[in-house]
Nanobody, 120 residues
Framework: QVQLEESGGGLVQAGGSLTLSCTAS????????MGWYRQAPGKQRGLVAL???????TYVDSVKGRFTISRDNAKTTVYLQMNSLKPEDTAVYYC??????????????WGQGTQVTVSS
């Protein structure tokens, strides 16, 4: 059984900061990319930031310079430091991890989502 446990969402005023965290647990043999996605009401879920097992990062243009993605040394926890938050950042944020069991290929696993609300 695999679990991606997210935490850190909440309500914050515009200009404020939040840090999201997501920890993967379970009997997987390997973990590859981890990332954060978000879905606002009436919109499709989209990538916010991604970090590879080697530490390379990718950001959607709208968060560059404001958000920072990072991983712990064990590489099973991913963080998203969000600064200078804007009302348009309001969404449910989902963690995703590419996990491998035994010698099988990598599959995507999702967290349950955490709400981030930025008030103007």
């Amino acid at each position: 059984q695999v679990q991606l446990e997210e935490s850190g969402g909440g309500l914050v005023q515009a200009g404020g900061s939040l840090t999201l965290s997501c920890t993967a647990s379970g009997r997987f043999s390997s973990i590859n990319d981890m990332g954060w996605y978000r879905q606002a009401p009436g919109k499709q879920r989209g990538l916010v930031a991604l970090i590879t097992s080697g530490g390379s990062t990718t950001y959607v243009d709208s968060v560059k310079g404001r958000f920072t993605i990072s991983r712990d040394n064990a590489k099973t926890t991913v963080y998203l430091q969000m600064n200078s938050l804007k009302p348009e950042d309001t969404a449910v944020y989902y963690c995703k991890a590419k996990l491998r069991f035994g010698l099988q290929g990598f599959d995507d696993y999702w967290g349950q989502g955490t709400q981030v609300t930025v008030s103007s």
